[in-house]
């Protein structure tokens, strides 16, 4: 069973702060998303990447694809209160089979 | 990107009784995936329903419990059967023809 392992699990910061959440597996993806949930609402996609080492910016958030394709980054610069949320990584398991990583809850305080 | 309709969008239901979700989408497509998402917790993904023969399940779920149903390219049913309070969650249906993934608006299932 392949598994996507995010840490941490949650994270409460101030807002101006940087911030760092890691998406991990043995497995190697195809590709993998980044996406970001409010209550109530379904995920919305921020980022895919697909090849190794692959570094994507999307204004204050940066995506990193590990080299083997195993693994991911999100780093968030200056956080703000809008920022709050769940993060969920997804990997491309096989034909666009997707797994979800187990989820990182941050609360940016203003 | 396509298109979901999903319902019921939520419901309320009695242990022991069992409910049908629905998901039509607008596009043929080759697989749709049931995902849970319980409260304050990830997506998991149920199973892989393929159109023409059974459905593929994830390490946890079985066809006894959530039976899927895949009668055309279009459209969807998972079943949550004999529901205890521990059913209690959102159940989203997904397509990814692209590997964009699109979601049905989810169903908030509260077992009582």
């Known amino acids: 069973t392949q598994l996507l392992e995010q840490s941490p699990q949650f994270l409460s910061i101030q807002e101006g702060e940087n911030l760092t959440v890691y998406c991990n597996s043995s497995s190697v993806f195809s590709s993998l998303q980044w996406y970001r949930q409010e209550p109530g609402e379904g995920p919305v996609l921020l980022v895919t990447v697909v090849t190794g080492g692959e570094v994507k910016k999307l204004k204050r958030l940066t995506f990193q694809f590990g080299d083997a394709r195993k693994d991911s980054s999100l780093h968030i610069t200056a956080a703000q209160p809008g920022d709050t949320g769940l993060y969920l990584c997804?990997?491309?398991?096989?034909?666009?089979?997707?797994?979800f990583g187990t989820g990182t809850r941050l609360k940016v305080l203003a | 990107s396509a298109v979901i309709s999903q319902k019921p969008s939520r419901d309320i239901c009695q242990r022991g009784t069992s409910l049908t979700i629905q998901c039509q989408v607008d596009s043929q497509v080759t697989m749709m995936f049931w995902y849970r998402q319980q409260p304050g917790q990830s997506l998991t993904l149920i199973a892989t329903a393929n159109q023409g023969s059974e459905a593929t399940y994830e390490s946890g779920f079985v066809i006894d419990k959530f039976p899927i149903s895949r009668p055309n390219l279009t459209f969807s049913t998972l079943t949550v059967s004999n529901m205890s309070p521990e059913d209690s969650s959102i159940y989203l249906c997904?397509?990814?023809?692209?590997?964009?993934?699109?979601f049905g608006s989810g169903t908030r299932l509260t077992v009582v």
């Open positions: 997804a990997g491309a398991s096989g034909t666009y089979k997707y797994i």
């Open positions: 997904s397509v990814s023809p692209s590997a964009i993934i699109t």
